[in-house]
């Protein structure tokens, strides 16, 4: 069996963008140096991703000096192996500056909604990815559980139900799990 040849960030940064027959881009991430198709995300988990980034913007709002800016689906380049699409990232405002076509390093906190199509090596590449590249917290949502995980250097802790989460760099925050699933 023929070895598979892994791409750089860079390399893959440099490709063209790839369009459907309806003009639409096919959306992919760099994982480990493969690239990953990514399916286009359900209504419940776009409804999801828009009630985490909607908590995190009120609470961020009464915490300016924090200056975190909440950002859904900006591009990230991890690594030299990796390029993500976060669902929703942190990032602080200083950091944001520049004209590159995606963000270069990881999110201060990044939270990924896990769907059907993720695989459990992926979504674990994408953990120590974040984490070894800067991120300070990494949350992997489970819908299907109503659960999160908060991964964080040397800690990971699953919150459930009317748990509110816990996140040293989120002082204050106390959005309970069950929450994020309040969609309508």
């Known amino acids: 069996m023929a070895a598979t040849t892994l791409l750089t960030s860079e390399q893959y940064l440099a490709m063209p963008d790839e369009f459907d027959q309806s003009g639409n881009r096919i959306k992919d991430e760099l994982i480990g140096g493969e690239i990953v198709k990514v399916p286009l995300p359900s209504r419940i988990h776009d409804l999801i991703k828009n009630q985490i980034n909607q908590l ?74 974040y984490l070894e590249g800067g991120s300070k917290s990494f949350w992997v949502v489970y819908p299907d559980a109503k659960s999160v995980e908060v991964h964080s250097i040397g800690s990971t802790r699953e919150f459930k139900s009317d748990q509110k989460i816990e996140d040293l760099l989120l002082p204050g925050f106390s959005a309970p799990v069950a929450s994020f699933f309040e969609l309508i």
């Open 56 to 129: 995190l913007i009120f609470y961020l709002h009464d915490r300016p000096e924090l200056n975190f800016k909440s950002l859904v689906e900006i591009g990230t380049g991890i690594s030299k192996l990796d390029v993500f699409v976060p669902d929703v990232s942190l990032i602080a405002r200083d950091r944001l500056g520049g004209e590159d076509r995606i963000f270069q390093g990881a999110p201060d906190l990044a939270i990924e909604i896990v769907s059907p199509s993720d695989t459990a090596r992926h979504v674990k590449r994408k953990v120590d990815a």
